[in-house]
T-cell receptor, first 112, second 116 residues
């Protein structure tokens, strides 16, 4: 079973600080998605990364896919209280299976 | 339109009740999923339907029974649940097309289930 390990598990920072969340696996993924989830709501898709080494930007969020497609990172610049939430990476456990699994999650709290 | 609609939003049921959760999408997606999420944990995969056929059952107890009446609808029938089954139940769909974007999943808002 492929596992997606995220670190850190919890992060509490002040508004304006930068942070990076990591998503690591021992297996290769054809693509990874990142989601943000707020309490009591469903996860919302932020981005899909596909190509090894790919970097995607979404406003203050920068996503990177590792060269070997086994890991990914999410960097937030100048965090704001609205960034608070649970960040999840996700991917298909084995290509073509549609066994779509989530990482262990990173709970972010940004203090005003 | 990237909307997945789940009903009801909240459900309280007794251990002897039978109830159903419903999920609907009109994006033409061919894969639909049920996940269970406990507090402060990531979603756990329960079932996957691909082209209206059950393709994955993650060893879910039989008191949970999925159904896919057509390509837009997904139900989860509940019977004789236990209090530990209380959780947020999430439905999702993905295109299931060629290429990696076929697995991009779009989620509903979930049904908060409480078993008493």
């Amino acid at each position: 079973t492929q596992l997606l390990e995220q670190s850190p598990q919890f992060l509490s920072i002040q508004e304006g600080e930068n942070l990076t969340v990591y998503c690591n696996s021992s297996s290769v993924f054809s693509s990874l998605q990142w989601y943000r989830q707020e309490p009591g709501e469903g996860p919302v898709l932020l981005v899909t990364v596909v190509t090894g080494g790919e970097v995607k930007k979404l406003k203050r969020l920068t996503f990177q896919f590792g060269d070997a497609r086994k890991d990914s990172s999410l960097h937030i610049t100048a965090a704001q209280p609205g960034d608070t939430g649970l960040y999840l990476c996700a991917g298909e456990e084995a290509s073509g299976t549609y066994k779509y699994i989530f990482g262990t999650g990173t709970r972010l709290k940004v203090l005003a | 339109d990237t909307e997945v609609t789940q009903t009801p939003k909240h459900l309280v049921m007794g251990m002897t009740n039978k109830k159903s959760l419903k999920c609907e999408q009109h994006m033409g997606h061919r894969a639909m999923y049920w996940y269970k999420q406990k507090a402060k944990k990531p979603p756990e995969l329960m079932f996957v339907y691909s082209y209206e056929k059950l393709s994955i059952n993650e060893s879910v107890p039989s008191r949970f029974s999925p159904e896919c009446p057509n390509s837009s609808l997904l139900n989860l029938h509940l019977h004789a649940l236990q209090p530990e089954d209380s959780a947020l139940y999430l439905c999702a769909s993905s295109p299931e097309g060629p290429g990696p974007r076929g697995t991009e999943a779009f989620f509903g808002q979930g049904t908060r289930l409480t078993v008493v």
